[in-house]
């Protein structure tokens, strides 16, 4: 058998793997991006052991978030018996249990680094759990499930941030920014998964308010989107270039979305616009990647 094959086995095996699924560990690698803004947000001289601490602490937090929405997600009547998550078998209260392990380490590593992260990691603790779990479950309510899964995210940035740098304005004002981004690909998200949705009784944005008003949702939050980054711009002096990244990024979402709508039928292929929104938002981060690696060189 060639490496090749067994590579492609091996792989094949891992993602097979209920516990690789339950945590959802594929979905990580592109929101540690996330954490990497944050590191080289504030310093190009980063050390290892700063980021890899970072990255273990969001690893951490996405485990817990994931797992914790895997468990109110699935939790249905299944071939494993009672109220089982179907897809992995583990009972519900199992799954808890699998969930609350990462939510103890990294409450407890994000303690240890400082104060303000370990608030950083409680603010998206919470707001993961009344996302997910019931009896609140925002997920299920249009808007509110919206903004929560968004701000989600703000964490993220924070982790990478503050492993080097106190608390400020600023990186408050770009956590916010990072929640925007997510708004209108979180819609896109709906967009695509609103079949799903519906039928399982999960009350998104998109399931409520339908498909015409779900796109103007999503061009009034790329307007949003680029008048914070104008804000961020005269505030705290974040490159200009950042403005027109984000514009373009805007103008980009806009187009693939004109282009995928058909008016005569009402429809829009949104598995491609999902696939699509994806790759416009992986460029986008990288190229505001080299943009705060820019600025932090002329500081």
Not at 189 to 195: A, R, V
Not at 243 to 258: D, E, G, H, N
């Amino acid at each position: 058998m060639s490496i090749y094959n067994i590579s492609l086995n091996f792989l094949k095996n891992i993602k097979s793997n209920k516990y690789v699924n339950f945590f959802r560990i594929f979905d990580w690698v592109h929101l540690l991006g996330v954490t990497f803004l944050g590191l080289f947000y504030v310093s190009n001289s980063v050390s290892l052991l700063a980021a890899l601490f970072a990255l273990f602490i969001s690893s951490l937090y996405l485990a817990y978030g994931y797992s914790l929405n895997e468990v109110f997600d699935t939790a249905t009547e299944g071939r494993c018996g009672k109220k089982t998550l179907t897809s992995n078998c583990f009972s519900v209260n199992k799954g808890v249990f699998l969930s609350s392990i990462p939510l103890v380490f990294v409450i407890i590593f994000s303690l240890l680094h400082s104060k303000e992260m370990f608030l950083a990691v409680i603010f998206g603790v919470v707001l993961g759990w009344v996302y997910s779990a019931p009896p609140v479950r925002l997920k299920s309510k249009a808007l509110a499930g919206l903004f929560c899964n968004s701000l989600c995210f703000c964490p993220l940035f924070l982790i990478g941030a503050l492993s080097s740098r106190r608390m400020s304005h600023e990186l408050l004002g770009m956590a916010v920014y990072i929640g925007l981004v997510m708004l209108p690909l979180q819609l896109i998200h709906e967009l695509d998964h609103k079949s799903a949705d519906s039928s399982q009784g999960i009350n998104t944005t998109i399931c409520k308010y339908g498909l015409i008003k779900g796109l103007y949702l999503i061009l009034f939050s790329l307007v949003f989107l680029t008048g914070w980054t104008v804000l961020l711009w005269y505030f705290f002096a974040v490159h200009i270039i950042f403005v027109f990244l984000t514009l373009l990024f805007s103008i980009a979402l806009c187009r693939i979305l004109f282009i995928r709508y058909d008016s005569k039928k009402n429809s829009l292929n949104t598995y491609l616009l999902k696939i699509r929104a994806r790759y416009i938002a992986l460029i986008y981060g990288i190229a505001i990647f080299f943009i705060f690696v820019i600025r932090n060189s002329f500081l």
